[in-house]
């Protein structure tokens, strides 16, 4: 069992998979938080001199 779940992790379609998966939750997750930053909604400090 554990040798068939090992030649299935080594396939390249299947690493492609994972990989596709990862990058996309931490593009998500860096969008998240980008947007909770509120960067825009706050004034620039200097913009008055």
Do not use: R
């Not at 939750?25 to 909604?41: K, R, T």
Request: aromatic share 24%; hydrophobic share 55%; charged share 15%.
């Amino acid at each position: 069992m554990k040798n068939n779940f090992l030649d299935f992790l080594k396939k390249p379609i299947t690493m492609f998979v994972i990989k596709a998966i990862v990058f996309f939750a931490i593009f998500i997750v860096l969008l998240y938080i980008y947007g909770y930053n509120g960067v825009g909604s706050a004034k620039f400090i200097y913009n008055e001199f």
